[in-house]
């Protein structure tokens, strides 16, 4: 049986009082569902968070991370620097890396080797633009960010990896795939994986979708047999939204 999975992506929103604020709500919601809960906020956050939390099921993960072990990289974090104050997941790939700090396939498939080298989990983040999608493009698009990263992995190091399909056009824009387009998609995603590593892997590894989930259309989207759960972002900034699209399952 799967694992579902809802991980709150916090993106660049909360300083230090906001984060323990918001850390503070997120304790006082009842979880009712099965789902690992999970939120990422910003790195200066990340060891408060820790620390409020050690008690806790919210697990704390990054939002990203350097594929070097350590040394000359002004500005960036290692998978090391992340696991000295607990963190054991980071998110890699997401499609605003991937626009605004050029991560390519090339560099990601690094950064996974890197995080698996340091047995941390990673949620793999891809999808496709909306261009893509007009151009009934999608599915090879998607194929092949996720065979360019991973592909060369052997099967065993997919206990460690979450998939997270976004299609870009649906990322805060309030725009959603409906469930039919996510139930395809992952269909498709799960196939991929099939094909390469056989049904064990494949039936094995979670596949989360992100793209404007909120409480209104969380269950509808998270009742598709292959959407194991959700990549959340704006509505991860709001405890009760956030816990209401937890026990969407
Ligand atoms: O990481 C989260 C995704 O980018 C989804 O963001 P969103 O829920 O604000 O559309």
């Not at 290692?78 to 991560?103: D, P, Q, W």
């Not at 209104?216 to 989207?221: F, P, S, V, Y």
């Amino acid at each position: 049986m799967r694992k579902h999975i809802v991980a709150g992506n916090w993106k660049m929103n909360n300083d230090l009082p906001q984060s323990e604020l918001l850390i503070t709500d997120l304790l006082k919601q009842n979880q009712t569902s099965d789902a690992e809960v999970m939120i990422a906020p910003t790195f200066t956050n990340l060891w408060q968070a820790f620390e409020s939390l050690r008690q806790e099921s919210i697990e704390v993960i990054a939002q990203n991370m350097h594929f070097a072990e350590n040394g000359a990289y002004t500005g960036e974090i290692s998978a090391s620097m992340l696991k000295s104050i607990g963190v054991k997941t980071v998110i890699l790939g997401h499609s605003e890396r991937r626009a605004y700090f050029n991560e390519t396939d090339e560099s990601l498939a690094k950064k996974v080797d890197a995080a698996l080298a340091n047995d941390m989990r990673t949620i793999f983040c891809f999808g496709e633009e909306l261009q893509d999608r007009k151009s009934e493009n999608h599915e090879a698009v998607v194929e092949s960010q996720i065979k360019n990263a991973l592909f060369h992995l052997e099967a065993d190091a997919f206990k460690n990896i979450v998939l997270a399909y976004e299609p870009v056009w649906a990322i805060g824009t309030g725009e959603t795939a409906s469930p039919e387009q996510a139930q395809d998609m992952h269909a498709f995603i799960r196939k991929t994986l099939a094909d390469k590593y056989g049904n064990d892997v494949a039936d094995s590894v979670s596949i989360l979708y992100g793209g404007s989930v909120k409480p209104g259309n969380a269950k509808e989207i998270f009742g598709k047999p292959d959407v194991d759960g959700g990549l959340i972002g704006g509505a991860a900034l709001n405890a009760e939204d956030f816990y209401a699209i937890v026990n969407a399952f």
